[in-house]
């Protein structure tokens, strides 16, 4: 009996933190020079397309501003980079079931416990456009639950979003890396 107790904590805890838990992922143009880019300014008519909330627009915008000003970057009239955004939402459902009798701490067995479940995953991404060219130089992706929170525990998640997405920029370059594609190009 010990050991199915310890073994329902242990997986109670991986489902509790694999439920918080944010997929981050980046992709970049290997040809460009990042260390060239030191300012930046939202693109106003990619975030105007975005079809979330005026709140959660601005919690967005006001994050990655936080995020890239203590990284050294400093919001510009004329930048080097346009920063964009785009969100989706996904619900998942799912039908499980059991056939036969089974145990349950709250009352014992049930011939047919079926049951009707669905997931909400939310995802973020942030586009880094280089402004002289108008190409898309770098993007970055997050994936996690953001549905059924409000105001301050909703800035937290969306700050945590923001902050481990633009934890992968600049992407890890060498200098013979850039060198080597610019003599491509």
């Not at 990619?46 to 203590?70: A, F, P």
């Not at 939310?122 to 456009?129: A, G, K």
């Not at 923001?162 to 594609?181: A, F, G, R």
Request: aromatic residues 16%.
């Amino acid at each position: 009996m010990k050991f199915k107790t310890v073994l329902y904590i242990v997986l109670s805890g991986f489902l509790f933190t694999n439920c918080n838990s944010i997929l981050v992922l980046a992709d970049y143009n290997y040809r460009v020079d990042f260390n060239q880019y030191n300012t930046y300014a939202f693109y106003k008519p990619g975030i105007d397309k975005v079809e979330i909330s005026d709140l959660d627009k601005q919690r967005i915008l006001e994050s990655i501003d936080y995020h890239l000003q203590n990284t050294g970057f400093t919001k510009s009239e004329t930048p080097d980079l346009l920063i964009s955004i785009a969100t989706e939402v996904e619900e998942d459902f799912y039908l499980s079931g059991y056939s036969g009798w089974y145990w349950n701490p709250w009352f014992w067995g049930n011939p047919n416990p079926y049951g009707f479940y669905s997931t909400v995953s939310s995802r973020l991404y942030i586009d880094l456009i280089d402004a002289e060219s108008g190409r898309l130089i770098w993007q970055g992706y997050g994936e996690g639950r953001l549905q059924h929170l409000g105001g301050f525990e909703k800035e937290n998640r969306i700050n945590e979003f923001v902050e481990k997405i633009l934890s992968k920029y600049p992407p890890n370059q060498t200098s013979s890396e850039v060198s080597n594609t610019n003599r491509q190009s």
